[in-house]
């Protein structure tokens, strides 16, 4: 796996009345988005300890390919169905990468190879 150059971390808390919907329509988003030009990964996680907390990581090669994602027809109807949704907390953060290394974990093996 290649390393990217940019790194997006979102979180959203959604209403509980609209926790279902909003994991459908991020369901729904990571096969497109996967497969787009330049996306390294897309991941979503629900929290197991903040109750209707999801956050979504994505690394991208380039800016010019995450702003051609946000600039996609799939992801701007994405986030208009999900910008009718009750949403709480919304909290997103663009990282741009200078360098990484494996993290020496103890009982951790180094998979990055």
């Known amino acids: 796996m290649s390393q990217?150059?940019?790194?997006?971390?979102?979180l959203y808390e959604?209403?509980?009345d609209?926790?279902?919907?909003?994991?459908?329509?991020?369901r729904n988003d990571i096969g497109h988005?996967?497969?787009?030009d330049g996306c390294i990964w897309y991941d979503v996680a629900e929290s197991v300890v903040e109750p209707n907390v999801f956050?979504?990581?994505?690394?991208?090669?380039?800016r010019q390919h995450l702003d051609a994602h946000i600039a996609s027809e799939a992801f701007q109807a994405t986030i208009a169905?999900?910008?009718?949704?009750?949403?709480?907390?919304r909290v997103a953060t663009i990282y741009n990468v200078v360098g990484s290394e494996s993290a020496d974990v103890?009982?951790?093996?180094d998979v990055s190879s």
Do not use: Y
């Open 33 to 36: 988005t996967r497969a787009k």
């Open 55 to 62: 956050r979504l990581t994505e690394g991208w090669e380039s």
């Open 18 to 26: 609209d926790r279902e919907e909003f994991r459908t329509h991020a």
């Open 106 to 109: 103890e009982g951790m093996e």
């Open 14 to 16: 959604i209403h509980p």
């Open 4 to 10: 990217p150059s940019i790194v997006v971390a979102a």
């Open 81 to 89: 169905a999900v910008s009718k949704l009750h949403i709480v907390r």
